[in-house]
């Protein structure tokens, strides 16, 4: 009711306001006294409650302004750079992780910041765009990204929260939010290896004096529990003590502390020994073991991505040779036969030399990119494609008839290889950005996945081409060739390989997959299995 100024301290109060007559206001002075000591005590405090609650409006709306335009200057400063250059900007993983979290996370913030007094023109403008944003997935798979990296690549949390990679110099960094907000990722994946790591760096970031929306209180909350995960009580016992000194009304500081307290006393007791304090050594790479997952040959793959591998002996490298290949004098390689070099011996693998012109790359890119598609995987039960977790790029498929610069590319595999593309699959594109990776795997299906290719109706996956569409050692574009399968169809298991996360830029693919059918008398078979 008006009489009550629109806020009641209670419904007692607004009533007697609201229903108080008019005549009795008038003539009985010591009721209405009375009445208004006891009810205009409750106003009083209400009017200073008000007036609080208008300061803190001001305040709100000093900050949501304040806030604006520190937005706005940021950003400036910052679309500036990543506009002159934004295939460059984007070539930095942090850069690309914090452009999906501003846009995911951030931008929605402000939209919420100024729809409290709506803006319309503001509002409009981010109904427009909203749809082509980020979203939450997306926001945690470029966190994740950045983790695969950082396992791949033995790189710890301040390296990368200070944007220092391999032969990289950059500005990029991560807050001590952008750091928490990592560890949250993890921890909401119960991935609590990389969660000590990620909420330990914005911990040390927070304590280095650097200003943060999360509190301490909040990052020990979660280290805590995340080191407790990983099965050092010690350090949790510590982390813990520490979360209460500084919030001692935490609602679950108290009771973790006595059940942290409690296990370690029992484990030192089975083991008969003294308590000895944790480290005061900060948890970096390295501290914990990192938990085993689902691919058995993880560190001999992330070893060949770091460029530890097997390492040929001069012997068989003498038995590397180049040639210039004229497809058995094919016509169309007789006046620029390809510049062939034998990769490896075994299995043989040859690399191929300036099979595609900077044209008919950038042709290939442009038809593929309004197409490109989180790439997808055969089901080896059922033979429908899907996507995985294990491959992480963006792919398109084209057709020949779409364009004489593809007629003309798998024209050349044919001349190259003396193999029929009739029944390949089409030429495929993948794009690998931040992180982009495909796990080590088989082209060919194998015999507990008779079904992979049964639907194609051409036989297994006989032979890969694969194009290197982007330079990757600022030298020259290759392609390279291999057989999947023996000439008695047997699959040749030395053929699994995968493609290394991207730490820095874009990688860019195109493959063509050779199957078995019209190949009869191009690839007769051998006399042995093996041949």
């Known amino acids: 009711p008006d009489s009550c100024f629109s806020v009641c301290v209670s419904a007692e109060t607004c009533n007697v306001l609201a229903g108080l007559p008019e005549s009795s206001a008038r003539t009985d002075g010591v009721e209405l006294s009375f009445l208004n000591i006891r009810q205009m005590t409750d106003l009083i405090h209400t009017e200073k409650e008000l007036v609080q609650s208008l300061r803190e409006y001001i305040r709100a709306e000093e900050y949501k302004l304040a806030a604006v335009k520190n937005w706005a200057s940021k950003l400036d400063a910052l679309t500036q750079v990543s506009t002159s250059d934004p295939e460059g900007y984007l070539a930095h993983p942090v850069n690309a992780y914090k452009l999906m979290k501003r846009l995911n996370t951030e931008w929605p913030e402000l939209e919420s910041l100024v729809l409290q007094n709506p803006s319309d023109g503001f509002v409009a403008n981010m109904s427009v765009h909203r749809q082509y944003f980020p979203d939450a997935e997306d926001q945690t798979g470029a966190a994740k ?9 033995q790189l710890d949390s301040e390296a990368f929260s200070k944007g220092k990679l ?10 001590v939010d952008d750091c928490f907000d990592m560890g949250k990722t993890a921890y909401n994946d119960a991935d609590y290896y990389h969660a000590v790591l990620w909420f330990q760096q914005s911990l040390k970031q927070l304590d280095g004096g650097e200003e943060a929306v999360v ?34 009304s935490h609602e679950r500081a108290g009771g973790n502390l006595r ?44 070893a060949l991505c770091r460029g530890e591998g097997v390492q040929m002996t001069k012997a068989r490298q003498s038995r590397l040779f180049c040639r210039y290949q004229d497809g058995n004098r094919n016509p169309r390689l007789l006046l620029k036969p390809m510049k062939e070099e034998d990769e490896w011996d075994n299995p043989h693998i040859v690399r191929y030399l300036e099979m ?30 899907t996507t995985a977790n294990y491959r992480v790029s963006k792919s398109a498929w084209l057709e020949g008839e779409e364009d004489v610069v593809i007629d003309r590319v798998n024209q050349r595999i044919e001349d190259i290889t003396g ?8 030429l495929q594109v993948a794009n690998y950005g931040v992180g982009g990776q495909y796990e080590p795997h088989f082209d060919f299906s194998r015999k507990d996945e008779p079904d992979a290719f049964k639907r194609l109706g051409t036989g297994n996956r006989m032979a890969t081409f694969l194009n290197y569409l982007w330079k990757p050692f600022k030298i020259f574009i290759f392609s390279v060739f291999w057989y999947n399968l023996f000439r008695s169809g047997e699959g040749d298991y030395r053929t699994r390989h995968a493609a290394c996360p991207v730490l820095v830029g874009s990688k860019w693919v195109s493959n063509k997959w050779i199957h078995e059918r019209g190949q009869e008398f191009r690839r007769p078979c051998g006399l042995t299995e093996v041949d």
Not at 357 to 385: H, M, W, Y
Not at 419 to 426: C, D, G, I, N, S
């Open 145 to 153: 990204a950045l983790m695969r990296l950082q396992d791949t690549y």
């Open 166 to 175: 391999p032969g990289v110099h950059s500005n990029a960094e991560l807050t």
């Open 215 to 248: 509190s301490k209180a909040e990052i020990l909350d979660y280290l805590s529990y995340s080191v407790y995960q990983m099965g050092d009580l010690p350090r949790a016992v510590e982390l813990t003590r520490r979360l209460v000194a500084v919030d001692p």
């Open 259 to 302: 059940y942290f307290e409690l296990l370690l006393s029992k484990q030192l007791n089975e083991m008969n020994q003294a308590y000895q304090p944790a480290s005061e050594e900060s948890i970096q790479l390295g501290t914990y073991t990192r938990p085993k997952d689902h691919l058995p040959e993880r560190e001999a793959y992330e």
């Open 356 to 385: 595609l012109s900077d044209i008919e790359i950038e042709k290939i890119k442009e038809l593929a990119k309004p197409r490109l598609a989180r790439a997808t995987v055969r089901d080896p039960k059922t033979g429908v494609l």
């Open 419 to 426: 193999l029929t593309v009739e029944t390949a699959e089409l």
